[in-house]
């Protein structure tokens, strides 16, 4: 026999042991077509919707975390349409139920949580958030909407339009102290326990929100209210988180001594420009035809920071020389997406969308390399990983769905790239031994063909 005709041996050994370990691997594991985007869905459908689910390790107690996590599960398995993956009716309907909470024969509405020592608030930013995740279910219909309005109404400032958190007093170790929370993600550079007391850009910007997804903006003098954002304008096109921000100290006459809010030499900011932006158009105004639209873009992009990877994401002002917090970045594209320059900057923002896939969603795609079949070592697998993680990936979600770059989330998964790579080997592992028991053969084979046949000699 001849080598030549076991030549397609190893080839089809390579071929069908291939088959058989992707087989074996994907009815096991599931591993072989995993794509950032399942695995991030993966991990989000894990939501069991109920207490002590999904912890984001960021407002204000257990209860409310619950509530406020299973929105931010239910924003981006919408935007990725994969609602299918988790019991939705069910998460909705545990939303509606903490909407109030009971404390000392008083109801209180929109979503409350301890604070310190028994004392129970309610700040805007958890409604806003929790509101505009409901905005795309009918069940936003089973909400107390009357509630929540007065919730909002409480914080809304008659006199200039604007709107704020209330003064709370909270006996700590013996001495009683003020507090005006909001849970807005924010840096603050000085001490921030009353920044929300007085009329905000913040609470503005959450306030109008609320009352917009609740089609209650007729409760308030919109007119006004549009006026005092337009008044916290500064010289640069930027906005100011009031109309007197300064970068430090104030005037004698305001209640506040020194700005709280972390601005720039002009008192304006990424998160105010947002904030402000945000709720003009909530209010229903054109904002190309009363923002300076160059002067913010430009603002904006004077407040990106280059990051290794030939990434970039952004910082609170363009003075700003701190570490980020994530949701800068996200205020900064929403701000361009606001004002519909979002194609025009694409180079930049594939640069924000490179900076969530290398900086943000790579670290939690840590596997175990073991062999053949590497397995996933992260309790946040999948997600975009800063603090608070299920925030993180709401805020990077909304940011490819901006982009419009969600496609980008197709990509295999490091540890599908891995596994694949491991199976072609055992695969290539199974032909090489094939070839090598093919030479043997063909080498035993060709020596016994070639010995010499005895000679029968009959005698004379």
């Not at 100011?240 to 030499?265: A, I, M």
Request: proline share 5%; glycine share 4%; with cysteine.
């Amino acid at each position: 026999m001849k080598l030549k005709y076991l030549s397609p041996l190893p080839v089809a050994v390579f071929l069908i042991s291939l088959l058989f370990s992707t087989i074996i691997i994907q009815t096991q594991t599931g591993i072989l077509t995993e794509t950032r985007k399942s695995a991030l869905v993966r991990n989000l459908s894990q939501a069991r919707f109920e207490k002590g689910s999904h912890l984001s390790f960021f407002v204000l107690d257990e209860e409310t975390e619950d509530a406020f996590s299973t929105a931010e599960v239910l924003y981006p398995l919408k935007v990725l349409d994969e609602l299918d993956t988790v019991d939705v009716q069910k998460g909705l309907d545990y939303i509606v139920s903490r909407q109030s909470l009971t404390v000392d024969n008083s109801t209180l509405w929109g979503w409350p949580g301890p604070f310190y020592n028994w004392t129970y608030l309610t700040d805007l930013y958890v409604p806003f958030i929790i509101m505009r995740s409901l905005k795309v279910f009918s069940s936003q219909t089973q909400l107390n909407k009357t509630a929540l309005i007065q919730v909002v109404l409480a914080r809304y400032n008659e006199t200039d339009g604007a709107f704020h958190e209330p003064l709370i007093k909270v006996n700590t170790d013996g001495e009683e102290k003020e507090y005006a929370l909001c849970a807005f993600p924010l840096d603050f550079h000085s001490t921030s326990d009353v920044a929300y007391a007085n009329s905000n850009m913040i609470s503005t910007f959450l306030g109008v929100s609320v009352l917009a997804n609740l089609q209650a903006l007729d409760a308030i003098n919109s007119t006004k209210t549009i006026n005092w954002i337009l008044s916290s304008k500064g010289e640069n096109g930027a906005f100011k988180p009031f109309p007197e921000s300064e970068p430090e100290h104030l005037p004698g006459w305001s209640s506040l001594q020194t700005n709280p809010f972390y601005v720039d030499r002009f008192g304006t900011g990424i998160a105010y420009t947002y904030a402000a932006i945000g709720a003009l158009k909530a209010l229903g105004v054109n904002v190309q035809s009363v923002v300076e639209v160059d002067k913010v873009r430009n603002y904006v992009l004077s407040s990106q920071q280059l990051y290794p990877g030939d990434t970039i994401r952004f910082l609170a002002h363009p003075d700003d020389n701190h570490s980020p917090d994530f949701a800068l970045t996200y205020y900064a594209v929403m701000t361009m997406y606001y004002l519909g320059i979002i194609e025009e900057e694409g180079n930049v923002t594939s640069k924000v969308v490179a900076y969530l896939l290398q900086w943000l969603q790579d670290p939690s795609l840590h596997f175990n390399d073991s062999w053949p079949v590497p397995t996933r070592d992260d309790t946040w697998y999948g997600l975009f990983v800063d603090f608070p993680p299920l925030s993180t990936t709401y805020f990077s979600i909304a940011i490819l769905n901006a982009t419009n770059r969600l496609n980008v989330l197709d990509q295999p998964t490091p540890m599908a790239t891995k596994t694949w790579y491991n199976t072609v080997l055992v695969a290539l592992g199974f032909s090489m031994l094939s070839i090598i028991g093919s030479v043997i053969f063909m080498t035993v084979h060709n020596r016994r063909t070639q010995q010499p046949r005895p000679t029968n000699c009959s005698a004379i």
